[in-house]
């Protein structure tokens, strides 16, 4: 198992600085893995996606449609299942509002909530309400004030929906 970590800058856009593991864990600014209640952040297909880790290797999400038409709720996954394949950064907050105790207590107050919203309730207002007690996602603000962004990241989406389809309507058939 392999799981590659970074920080990533506060400041949204900005390149980010990734840590190749080269054992289990590599971690920059870190010594075995990230502070309880950090902000993890991967990069997919035109977005980011957003959990917070709880300790012991796992992270609190909102699966929303990540891996299905039908949207998941908030859920307790590893650490791989959160990053599927990506590079996990986190993301710093120099003034969180909640401790990293708080934080998780607070992730955790909303395990099995089911009432995901792309652009008033996602992966990313679930981390800012976590730490910063406010429900709040950059990556929305952005798209409805830069178009050309919204659209990239919109067919993004589709592209990738399109492709979770498909893979759930693969079937194996092998002799009977």
Not at 20 to 42: I, K, R
Not at 86 to 105: D, I, N, Q
């Amino acid at each position: 198992m392999n799981r590659n970590f970074g920080r990533s800058s506060g400041k949204q856009g900005a390149n980010r600085t990734v840590a190749e593991a080269s054992a289990d864990v590599a971690l920059c600014g870190f010594n075995d893995e990230p502070a309880l209640g950090s902000h993890l952040v991967t990069q997919r297909c035109g977005y980011e996606h957003h959990g917070v880790y709880v300790g012991r290797g796992k992270v609190i999400h909102y699966a929303g449609f990540a891996k299905s038409a039908h949207r998941a709720p908030v859920e307790e996954v590893s650490l791989e299942q959160f990053a599927d394949g990506h590079v996990v950064v986190v993301r710093p907050h120099p003034f969180p509002k909640y401790s990293g105790a708080e934080t998780v207590v607070r992730a955790r107050s909303r395990l099995g909530e089911n009432r995901y919203r792309l652009l008033t309730n996602n992966c990313e207002h679930f981390c800012a309400w976590c730490l910063l007690g406010e429900s709040r996602s950059e990556q929305i603000h952005v798209c409805l004030t830069h178009p050309r962004k919204g659209i990239h990241t919109l067919l993004c989406l589709v592209s990738t929906f399109i492709g979770n389809r498909m893979k759930i309507g693969r079937t194996v058939v092998g002799p009977a």
